[in-house]
């Protein structure tokens, strides 16, 4: 059968078959960000199991993480403090300010 004669016996959809096609595939889109920000919340401590909103989840994981950031900081300076090098754990410190500044308290991007 040459391509000529699939697409000519291909049945279009009607305009409910599309509809209901693009309902099923936002409703799956959803699910996944939905999904993604249950896992994202079970990594940050006190957040797992509770009722949430994106932006809260957002603000807490940004918090999260800057409490991680000072941590390693802090192990970063004890290790230099007994003389190990830690030249290779640096981390470029501009890259992280622009990441910060570029969400808003509220976990939206501005």
Do not use: C
């Not at 697409?7 to 996944?32: C, D, F």
């Not at 890259?95 to 308290?105: D, I, L, P, Y």
Request: charged residues 35%; proline residues 1%.
């Amino acid at each position: 059968m040459s391509d000529q004669q699939t697409s000519a016996e291909k049945v279009r959809l009607s305009e409910q078959e599309k509809k209901s096609n693009h309902i099923a595939s936002e409703q799956k889109r959803r699910q996944a960000i939905r999904d993604g920000f249950d896992r994202l919340a079970s990594s940050v401590p006190g957040m797992d199991g509770q009722g949430r909103s994106e932006a809260v989840v957002l603000s807490a994981t940004i918090d999260h993480m800057e409490n991680e950031l000072e941590r390693r900081k802090m192990l970063l300076a004890k290790a230099q403090a007994n003389g190990l090098d830690t030249s290779k754990y640096m981390l470029d410190e501009r890259n992280m300010t622009r990441a910060r500044s570029s969400v808003g308290g509220d976990g939206t991007r501005s």
